[in-house]
């Protein structure tokens, strides 16, 4: 039976308190010096349990729907890049309990602090043996690593011998795994010129004997839990959720944008020709942005609509294929907006210290994701 959220009455905007976000804001900058969130941040997250956003209330989650959780992520990302970057990958990993055998699942959610994070790189292999797996490999790009309570990672199934496992179409056997911290090796590797707070540290596990529990399948077939986010499919979800970092950066990027220019007008007067000339390029992206992120809601509605109802086949595969093309253009366009503007920020925007440069620096680094190129 569908929730109120899961029918599709999620409100337009997602709301946090001012005094909230002023405190998460004002955090930015010791987190980038630090190179991963405040404690003062993640006590927020954990309160406001937002690295469970898909988790079922049952286990302590706030159980959202898509559209929902998608624009609270924007919403933080127009904050912080840092802060919506790790709260969007570690409660988009954090999903996995709905495909996790519901006995290991409660045990690691009796812990407040619980979040899950890793790579969805297959650069690892799990052998079969007798009473589970032995798992070997190293992965990239673990968000929010020193405060990960489990480590995800894609392998390759192969026998005790390293031949590979195939399907029946021949292809090579990929399953994830989970691990707990300490399992894992940290590699504090994480050297970006933006996304600094998010830590994105890499990991190593070596000969690590697991049950055969600790594998599972990121297929809607094998969800463990009757829940609709479980049924949307991996991938559209991923491109959904990545994009709307990218736009809220882009809108705080805008925003800083007009303050600067405001501050500009003054200092050189209302009439000078340079200064109208950037608040009409100004204007135009706003409104730009504004149309492209209506598209993009109104698609992910859709394809939303399409698992609440259980329309399948071509119409369902459609409405996902068209999320991924929405997600990249809008990625695509916001991301060209902030290089047309940054000239104009001169020596403000050039300082690595203020607002604006961070920014920048936080949207071109998350361009380098995979799924946004």
Not at 22 to 47: H, K, M, V
Request: aromatic share 10%; net charge negative; glycine share 8%.
């Amino acid at each position: 039976m569908a929730s109120t959220k899961d029918s599709m009455s999620e409100p337009d905007t997602v709301k946090i308190p001012v005094a909230l976000e002023a405190l998460l804001a004002n955090e930015a900058a010791d987190a980038e010096r630090q190179g991963t969130l405040t404690d003062r941040q993640l006590e927020i997250i954990y309160a406001q349990k937002w690295f469970k956003l898909f988790v079922p209330k049952s286990l302590g989650g706030l159980e959202l729907g898509l559209v929902e959780a998608l624009q609270l992520e924007e919403h933080l990302a127009r904050i912080d890049g840092s802060l919506g970057w790790t709260v969007t990958l570690c409660s988009g990993a954090t999903m996995f309990v709905g495909f996790l055998e519901k006995e290991v699942a409660g045990p690691l959610f009796e812990n407040r602090q619980v979040c899950f994070g890793g790579s969805g790189m297959a650069s690892g292999t799990a052998a079969l043996i007798d009473d589970g797996y032995l798992v070997s490999g190293d992965w990239k790009y673990a968000t929010g690593a020193p405060h990960l309570s489990v480590f995800t990672a894609n392998c390759r199934l192969v026998q005790d011998d390293g031949t590979a496992l195939l399907d029946g179409d021949g292809r090579e056997l990929v399953r994830s795994f989970f691990f707990l911290p300490g399992e894992v090796v940290l590699n504090a590797d994480w050297h970006t010129m933006g996304l600094v707070a998010t830590a994105g540290h890499s990991f190593r596990v070596a000969q690590a004997k697991v049950p055969k529990n600790r594998c599972f399948h990121l297929v809607p077939e094998a969800a463990t839990i009757d829940h609709l986010i479980y049924r949307y499919p991996f991938l559209p979800f991923a491109e959904a959720t990545l994009a709307v970092n990218t736009l809220g950066m882009v809108q705080h990027f805008l925003s800083l944008c007009q303050k600067h220019m405001a501050r500009k007008k003054m200092a050189l007067g209302h009439d000078a020709p340079m200064p109208a000339l950037e608040w009409q390029l100004l204007g135009t992206c706003v409104g730009q942005l504004a149309d492209l992120r209506t598209k993009f809601y109104e698609v992910v509605r859709q394809s939303w609509e399409a698992v609440v109802l259980g329309t399948d086949g071509h119409e369902a595969n459609a409405l996902f294929g068209r999320v991924g093309q929405q997600s990249r253009l809008l990625v695509k366009e916001a991301r060209e907006m902030a290089f047309r503007l940054f000239p104009y920020m001169g020596m403000y925007g050039a300082d690595p210290s203020s607002d604006i440069n961070r920014v920048w620096r936080d949207i071109f680094t998350a361009s380098q994701h995979t799924l946004l190129r």
